[in-house]
């Protein structure tokens, strides 16, 4: 008698506990779409968090190039002329193209043999980010600021 009563107690156990294993249908439902929200939410933040990224990269870029010239001209005492024309950079009137980047010269900077320079702000253009580029007289001290969007 008390192994029957073992056996209808472990009979219940296990249907009881078969009945309760896994999840509903409308608890698997509510979590994918709770996933499915974040995803909508999380996915465009990150793709314009890329694309910023990407941006000051190649605006970064061009104040590594604008830094060489600089140290080239005091290294090789050549003096370096920076202008833009059809928002392409020109060195000493030779074009030097960036990927995907605009790039306007207001006013031509000048990279003396001496290591100084005359100063001025180079304006990029990447995608819709704009960025400033101070160069500062006399030592060609650098700053790179982004200034918004186009």
Request: charge should be positive.
């Amino acid at each position: 008698m008390a192994s029957r009563n073992l056996r209808e107690d472990r009979k219940t156990r296990f249907t009881k506990f078969a009945k309760e294993r896994g999840f509903t249908f409308i608890e698997l439902l509510l979590v994918v779409s709770i996933i499915g929200i974040m995803l909508s939410v999380s996915i465009p933040i990150s793709f314009g968090m890329y694309t910023n990224y990407k941006a000051s990269l190649k605006a970064q870029e061009v104040m590594i190039f604008i830094s060489g010239l600089r140290r080239d001209a005091f290294l090789y005492s050549e003096r370096k002329l920076l202008s833009s024309k059809d928002d392409v950079i020109t060195v000493d009137d030779e074009e030097k193209v960036f990927e995907d980047t605009r790039i306007r010269i207001d006013s031509p900077i000048v990279f003396y043999k001496n290591g100084t320079t005359s100063g001025g702000t180079i304006n990029i253009y990447i995608g819709d980010q704009a960025y400033s580029l101070s160069i500062n007289a006399p030592l060609g001290d650098l700053l790179l600021a982004r200034t918004g969007s186009v």
